[in-house]
């Protein structure tokens, strides 16, 4: 039986309005709701955090079991700081006038 007779009607719906949490937080703070934007904040920041460890776990077991690349040793140099340098009473400008003026 052929299917050419087949005839499928279009059904019409409501476009479905997908959450923007991002909106909603900027709708709340020009709303002046700040106990509802604090909230969204809260929970926006929790997402991406929560989504950043997910990536970090699966990259990591990925490399300790061997199934992803193994990330390139980065070497890095120590750079050895002076406490003469960390002192900052007066600016390095405000001492060699000083210096210059008693010559």
């Known amino acids: 039986m052929p299917d050419d ?3 499928v009607g279009e059904v019409g719906a409501d476009p ?3 959450p923007n949490p991002i909106a909603d937080f900027l709708k709340s ?5 700040f106990v509802g934007a ?7 920041v929790s ?4 989504d950043a460890m997910d990536q970090a776990k699966v990259k ?8 992803g690349e193994p990330e390139p ?6 750079e050895e700081v002076d406490v003469e ?3 900052d009473s007066e600016p390095e400008e405000d001492m060699e006038t000083e210096e210059e003026e008693e010559v």
């Open 5 to 7: 007779d087949v005839v």
């Open 16 to 18: 479905i309005d997908a």
């Open 29 to 33: 703070v020009e709303d002046q709701n």
């Open 38 to 44: 604090e909230a969204q904040f809260n929970d926006m």
């Open 47 to 50: 997402d991406r955090l929560s």
């Open 60 to 67: 990591i077991a990925s490399n300790l079991y061997g199934d």
């Open 73 to 78: 040793d980065v070497d890095v140099e120590e």
């Open 85 to 87: 340098d960390l002192d």
